[in-house]
């Protein structure tokens, strides 16, 4: 008994190794970098808030001030009369970026699908490198202190920022198919931490020479990527005179289920296989859907809505680890950023794993069920951790596999899933659209969440922090239980389907 060709499963390395030229290599690297760089410059901020809360308060108030500076142009810098307030204002631009920066993913998702990618992702990281460099670097050079002016170009520059997201993960969707997505979106998606280590080293090397070179360096660095970016990127393989994803799917049954999008769209109804998002003339330029025709391709708002309680949890160990260690354990604040780390590694590690377990199964959500199961029972344990560095790193990274993983498919691979599904018939011009929906409702998510965890810490304690993560995990498997349902069905009906067969 032959079995149907929507149920053959071929294996995703070979689909992915067959496909495979040295275009898509170098696209690998030139959106893994240029995402790389703008998390960079993020870091960098996060890096230097000490310093630049010394220079924001009088040279009384804080032992860092340089004695060979008069102590009239040093007073004359100061915005605050004490560190406590400096620092309250460096959280408030952080949570100002994280809001403009959400707000930025839902616009520059649909002027991602309406212009070239090359030119939005470039003009993104250039520009976004201009407003680093006067906020940090050109204000101090001019002695120029103004907290409306700060809060400005943060707005902006988280506007300028989430450019980079739909437009990088836009342009990975076009080169690289079903086939391996998972995979190589798993080991791709590791492009945040390797950002978040670049920044820490640039900054670190710089920093003796004051807090205005360290966002010079990194701001130098961003920009010269963006020029490369503006001259390197292929945007699509028809740049280059290779077959767009689902040219050569229709000759082969088997090569066109290995690049059909993981969104079991095989239990559609027949009336809505008519229906598809695609322009109603004949030009052969797909065009761009709408913003809410986006919001409903089937489980965009589900994956939204989970990405944003998943986005709140790994943001919130991203921004107050480092904060927890010290304060919980008593540990030197060098010691904490080193062993932090941890959590990234289980991420770039989950990530990649079980990305990889998606495409052997040729289904998503129950991989990502699985995973926060286990992260919940991981947080849990990390919130008993003892006070040893070894056994909290080994907790740490575990942690990190199981929430940093899946974190990492839904923003990457999963986005991608959704915005080339059936119903939007070989067209392209949907993947940065629905990347913005899913990344800017997860980033509101986590810009509520850093003050959440503030206010519970501060009112009931780290271990409530915890309670309040595993609930938002258990959330994140709320939201998607009708899509974990459907695939699991689907799966069943195909090992059905391959025992009657043998």
Known sequence: MAVPGSFRRQPASRGLVSHCTHHHIVV??????????????????????????????????????????PNELWNSSHLFPNAEEATLFLGTLDTIFLFS???????????????????????????????VFSFGTLTEWLHFYNKWFYCCLWVVNGLLQSTGWPCVVAVMGNWFGKAGRGFVFGLWSACASVGNILGAFLASCVLKYGYEYAFLVTASVQFAGGVVVFFGLLTSPKEVGLPELGADEDEVSVEEDANRPLMGSDDVDDDDRNYSIQATDNDNQPKAIGFFQ???????????????CLKLVNYSFFFWLPFYLSNNFGWKEAEADQLSIWYDVGG???????????????????VLAVSL???????????RSPNSKP??????????????GPSNMISSAISADLGRQDLVKGSSEALATVTGIVDGTGSIGAAVGQYLVSLIQENLGWMWVFYFFILMTSSTILFISPLIVREIRLLLHERRLRLLAE
Not at 294 to 308: F, K, R
Not at 348 to 366: E, F, M, N, W
């Open 28 to 69: 690998f690297l030139l959106t893994f970098f240029s995402y790389s760089l703008l998390h960079a410059s993020r870091k960098t901020f996060s890096n230097v808030k000490v310093s630049i809360s010394s220079q924001w308060t009088p040279s009384c108030l804080n032992s860092s001030a340089p004695e060979l500076r």
């Open 373 to 383: 199961l286990f992260a919940v029972g991981s947080l849990f344990g990390y919130s």
């Open 294 to 308: 986006a919001c409903c391709l089937p489980g965009v708002v589900l994956y939204s809505l989970a990405y944003a």
């Open 101 to 131: 920066y959400a707000v930025g993913l839902f616009v520059s998702g649909i002027v991602g699908d309406r212009l070239n990618l090359r030119w939005v992702l470039s003009f993104g990281m250039c520009s976004s490198a201009l407003v």
């Open 391 to 404: 056994i909290n790193a080994v907790i740490m990274a575990i942690t990190g596999f199981f929430i940093g």
């Open 348 to 366: 770039i590690i989950g990530g990649t794993i079980q990305g990889l377990i998606s495409d052997v199964l040729q289904k998503r959500a129950p």
